[in-house]
């Protein structure tokens, strides 16, 4: 489904909280803001930014209002330095590319981005060709440090000699070089508000997948909006699971560092994105089969899987189209062996998606002792909390029986032996054939090579 069908169908009414977050930022006219959108990781984050593009898009008081910038921190943490991927992103925007200012932007950017002594004056080089009022500023800079007399154009001559580049290079310590950092960081900011003004739209910038990154990116990244895009009518939007950014920021900053504290300092107003009612997505997901939506909607909510898993689980089992084909082998008495079957299949193939690596160990019959039961204690738990929803429907003499973690810690090794029994009682009264889902020759089991089938 693309995200012109997800906007129109808006199955959890977010377009209610983008609005809501609009009228926050539109009441702090002109002022710059960071809004961060907490939610855990496959619940929706980067379809809710897709959304509220398109709503800006759309709507007509707000549609040539805003510029709205889109920055995948994830992808671009393989950049030595953020600001310059953030660049990149404005420069996508036709009015900055063609600008005189966004050439400027770019330039000082380098300057910013630069910290090696060599490089720095190399990247000063940039302002070459800039107006005359700034050319005169940097060449202050230069003056105060190198007491030669040094401009930009002098410094230009000394790049065709390495003695006088080495000399010049030794010059620049840390602290001279943060001098002119910080007076280039203000020009850097005059131009954002400069460019701002040109345009005569507000700029809105969405950062995604921040908790993604490397951790010294997402924190620089973080730094990087602090300091150098704070400035009115520029607001971002930050996207990203809290827990796995305090993870990030403890990494650089050390465990007891206060996240929130540390937080609070760059973002203005953090909210989380609304909960969803994931039986509904599930409706969604095959609204075409109810047959096979009343019988997963109580295990996949049972394993609380987030929306991407959702959607990625269903769309295997309509590529498939032999969900039905599970038990066409198998053999059973009757309709209570059937459901069964179904039920302790599904787990075993949701139990692949939840625990992979319990999984593939059970499949390859490595399981330790304490890997079995906790397995046993998994499908216990799981069927527990689906029958709840399973039988509500049913009658009393349909309901669907628990099965217990001992039965489930039984059915375990009848699954990785060679020659399981040839009936096994799974509830009172119920017995499944074991010996007709394994393949005796090799012992392959196949509720636990599901993925055949699903």
């Keep these: 489904m693309n995200i012109q069908e997800i906007y129109n169908q808006d199955l959890f009414k977010r377009k209610v909280f983008i609005e809501t977050l609009m009228e926050y930022i539109q009441s702090y006219e002109n002022e710059c803001k960071v809004i961060s959108i907490h939610s855990p990781w496959g619940t929706g984050k980067t379809t809710f930014i897709e959304m509220w593009k398109m709503y800006l898009s759309k709507e007509v008081n707000l549609k040539d209002r805003y510029h709205t910038i889109y920055?995948?921190?994830?992808?671009?943490?393989d950049s030595k330095n953020p600001l310059v991927s953030?660049?990149?992103?404005?420069?996508?925007?036709?009015?900055?590319?063609?600008?005189?200012?966004?050439?400027?932007?770019?330039?000082?950017?380098?300057?910013?981005?630069?910290?090696a002594p060599k490089f720095f004056l190399k990247a000063l080089l940039g302002f070459l060709p800039l107006d005359t009022n700034m050319k005169k500023e940097i060449n202050s800079f230069l003056g105060f440090i190198i007491e030669d007399g040094m401009t930009l154009d002098t410094l230009k001559e000394v790049f065709k000699n390495q003695s006088k580049l080495e000399e010049a290079s030794?010059?620049?310590?840390?602290?001279?070089?943060?001098?002119?950092?910080?007076?280039?960081?203000?020009?850097?900011?005059?131009?954002?508000?400069?460019?701002?003004?040109?345009?005569?739209?507000?700029?809105?910038?969405?950062?995604d997948e921040l908790?993604?990154?490397?951790?010294?990116?997402?924190?620089?990244?973080?730094?990087?909006?602090?300091?150098?895009?704070?400035?009115?009518?520029?607001?971002?939007i930050l996207a990203w699971d809290l827990e796995q950014l305090s993870y990030s920021i403890g990494t650089v900053y050390g465990s007891s560092m206060d996240t929130g504290g540390y937080l609070r300092r760059v973002v203005d107003l953090e909210c989380s994105l609304p909960k969803v009612d994931k039986l509904r997505y599930i409706r969604h997901l095959i609204k075409e089969d109810a047959y096979i939506y009343n019988l997963l909607k109580p295990l996949l909510n049972a394993f609380d899987f987030s929306l991407r898993d959702l959607e990625k689980i269903i769309n295997v089992i309509k590529i498939n189209n032999n969900f039905e084909n599970f038990s066409s082998n198998i053999q059973y008495l009757?309709?209570?062996?059937?459901?069964?079957?179904?039920?302790?299949?599904?787990?075993?193939?949701?139990?692949?998606?939840?625990?992979?690596?319990?999984?593939?160990?059970?499949?390859?019959?490595?399981?330790?002792?304490?890997?079995?039961?906790?397995?046993?204690?998994?499908?216990?738990?799981?069927?527990?909390?689906?029958?709840?929803?399973?039988?509500?429907?049913k009658s009393e003499s349909n309901k669907v029986s628990l099965i217990s973690k001992d039965i489930f810690l039984n059915l375990i090794e009848e699954l990785i032996i060679l020659a399981p029994s040839k009936e096994f009682e799974i509830v009172s009264g119920v017995k499944i054939n074991i010996a007709s889902i394994v393949?005796?020759?090799?012992?392959?089991?196949?509720?636990?090579?599901?993925s055949l089938y699903f």
Excluded at 86 to 113: A, C, R
Excluded at 173 to 196: A, P, Y
Excluded at 337 to 348: K, S, T
């Design 86 to 115: 953030i660049l990149i992103e404005l420069n996508e925007i036709p009015e900055f590319k063609s600008s005189t200012v966004g050439k400027e932007l770019i330039k000082i950017g380098n300057v910013l981005s630069t910290k």
């Design 334 to 393: 009757n309709y209570n062996q059937a459901e069964y079957f179904f039920i302790i299949g599904c787990l075993l193939f949701l139990l692949k998606y939840k625990n992979p690596v319990l999984y593939i160990k059970l499949k390859n019959k490595t399981l330790t002792e304490s890997e079995k039961m906790k397995i046993a204690e998994i499908l216990e738990e799981k069927t527990r909390i689906a029958l709840n929803l399973y039988n509500i429907e």
């Design 439 to 450: 393949d005796n020759s090799k012992g392959v089991n196949k509720l636990l090579d599901i």
């Design 170 to 207: 030794e010059k620049f310590s840390d602290f001279n070089i943060e001098l002119i950092r910080k007076k280039v960081k203000k020009l850097f900011i005059q131009n954002l508000q400069k460019f701002q003004e040109e345009t005569g739209k507000k700029i809105l910038f969405f950062v």
């Design 211 to 236: 908790d993604r990154c490397r951790p010294t990116f997402a924190i620089e990244t973080l730094e990087t909006i602090k300091h150098l895009f704070s400035v009115e009518n520029y607001t971002f």
């Design 71 to 77: 920055f995948n921190a994830w992808e671009n943490d």
